[in-house]
């Protein structure tokens, strides 16, 4: 993110805003959009909503501007500002994509290792007694057959439907998956997969989000349309889905479905990066964007040209386990690996 620093008749009049016998500096902080709003604090105290004029101490502050998406996920900017005795400077926050906030990481982890640890007994037992979140971890167990339960498919899709019925989004989406490939001992049948994405969907899911955009822009299931993909391709990326963000980056570059847009290109790009999304377990998203953003920069698109960012882009697009073979070829052409 980046910082502008004024010229002295501005800092002049941007400290007079402040109160022109105030002791110390003068800090703006703007946002845009979706970005308004949202709450500033300057090395963990609340100072207003943004956009806000403020004054502050000397030395190097930290900035946090930070505003909720719901009660488990918020949309933040950080930065460390160094600002001098009497100086001006304006910060421009651009808030990156939902993630988790501290609270609910820590709640996550909580009920994983609740899961993890609870005998198969006790799970089943939970299930029984119509706990939705532990029908889905019953069915688990019998996919793998692991923690005391047998392998056993029937009895996995019995309890992934039971799942699915009693409102657990992670389950609704694999039906409507498995009603789209025709997989787990079901018939492929796509309004059947729409109607199950729909209520994933429907309760913020972001991967059933994903899907159906990725079912308008086929024509899978529901007349082919491009816009309207786009538009479940944004609400998945604004709920956090590493995937959507790429496939919305790229319909900016080619206007498919969007207006045509480099701009808007590279910040999918760049939002896809630092995504954090579990769901995006082999980095397929994050890496994706990482290769297009070598792309933009090897030939300007959206940002200026420089090969040696896209270089940096394409060899972070290779670093561990899931490399991008897009980026592996541009490096081999340019005998980098």
């Given at each position: 993110?980046?910082?502008?620093?004024?010229?002295?008749?501005?800092?002049l009049?941007?400290?007079?805003?402040?109160?022109?016998?105030?002791?110390?500096?003068?800090?703006?902080v703007?946002?845009?959009g979706?970005?308004v709003?949202?709450?500033?604090l300057?090395?963990?105290?609340?100072?207003?909503?943004?956009?806000?004029?403020?004054?502050?101490?000397?030395?190097?502050?930290?900035?946090l501007?930070?505003?909720?998406?719901?009660?488990?996920?918020?949309?933040?900017?950080?930065?460390?500002?160094?600002?001098?005795?009497?100086?001006a400077?304006?910060?421009?926050?651009?808030?990156?994509?939902?993630?988790?906030?501290?609270?609910?990481?820590?709640?996550?982890?909580?009920?994983?290792?609740?899961?993890r640890?609870?005998?198969?007994?006790?799970?089943?037992?939970e299930?029984e007694?119509?706990?939705?979140?532990?029908m889905?971890?019953?069915?688990?167990?019998y996919?793998?057959?692991?923690?005391?339960?047998?392998?056993?498919?029937?009895l996995?899709?019995?309890w992934?439907?039971?799942a699915a019925?009693?409102?657990?989004?992670y389950?609704?989406?694999?039906?409507?998956?498995?009603?789209?490939?025709?997989?787990?001992?079901?018939?492929k049948?796509?309004?059947?997969?729409?109607?199950?994405?729909?209520?994933?969907?429907?309760?913020?899911?972001g991967?059933s989000?994903?899907?159906?955009?990725?079912?308008y822009?086929?024509?899978?299931?529901?007349?082919?349309?491009?816009?309207?993909?786009?538009?479940?391709?944004?609400?998945?990326?604004?709920?956090?889905?590493?995937?959507?963000m790429?496939?919305?980056?790229?319909?900016?570059m080619?206007?498919?479905?969007?207006?045509?847009s480099?701009?808007?290109?590279?910040?999918?790009?760049?939002?896809?990066?630092?995504?954090?999304?579990?769901?995006?377990t082999?980095?397929?998203?994050?890496?994706n964007?990482?290769?297009?953003?070598?792309?933009?920069?090897?030939?300007?698109?959206?940002?200026?040209?420089?090969?040696?960012?896209?270089?940096?882009?394409?060899?972070k697009?290779?670093?561990?386990?899931?490399?991008?073979?897009?980026?592996?070829?541009?490096l081999?052409?340019?005998?980098?690996?």
């Amino acid at each position: 993110m980046k910082s502008v620093y004024f010229s002295p008749f501005l800092s002049l009049l941007l400290l007079v805003s402040f109160g022109a016998n105030a002791a110390g500096s003068g800090l703006r902080v703007t946002c845009e959009g979706d970005d308004v709003g949202a709450e500033v604090l300057v090395n963990g105290k609340f100072r207003g909503e943004c956009p806000l004029d403020m004054q502050v101490p000397e030395g190097t502050l930290k900035l946090l501007v930070r505003k909720k998406v719901d009660a488990q996920r918020e949309r933040v900017f950080e930065q460390e500002v160094r600002i001098g005795e009497g100086s001006a400077k304006r910060i421009e926050a651009s808030l990156g994509t939902a993630k988790l906030n501290a609270g609910a990481k820590a709640q996550q982890e909580s009920n994983r290792q609740r899961w993890r640890n609870m005998s198969f007994d006790a799970l089943q037992k939970e299930a029984e007694a119509g706990n939705a979140e532990a029908m889905r971890h019953l069915a688990a167990r019998y996919w793998n057959g692991s923690d005391g339960a047998p392998k056993d498919k029937e009895l996995f899709m019995t309890w992934l439907r039971k799942a699915a019925e009693a409102g657990d989004a992670y389950s609704m989406n694999m039906l409507g998956q498995s009603y789209h490939y025709g997989i787990n001992n079901l018939q492929k049948n796509d309004e059947q997969a729409i109607q199950w994405l729909r209520k994933a969907a429907a309760v913020g899911y972001g991967p059933s989000m994903k899907a159906l955009g990725d079912h308008y822009d086929s024509g899978s299931g529901v007349a082919q349309n491009h816009v309207e993909a786009g538009q479940w391709y944004r609400k998945a990326a604004d709920a956090g889905n590493a995937l959507a963000m790429s496939s919305l980056g790229m319909r900016y570059m080619g206007g498919r479905g969007v207006p045509q847009s480099y701009e808007q290109a590279v910040a999918w790009y760049r939002k896809v990066v630092e995504a954090e999304d579990e769901n995006d377990t082999d980095k397929i998203g994050s890496k994706n964007g990482m290769f297009w953003l070598g792309r933009c920069y090897e030939n300007g698109w959206g940002v200026l040209q420089d090969e040696q960012q896209a270089i940096y882009w394409w060899r972070k697009a290779v670093e561990g386990k899931y490399p991008s073979d897009n980026a592996v070829e541009e490096l081999k052409k340019r005998g980098l690996r």
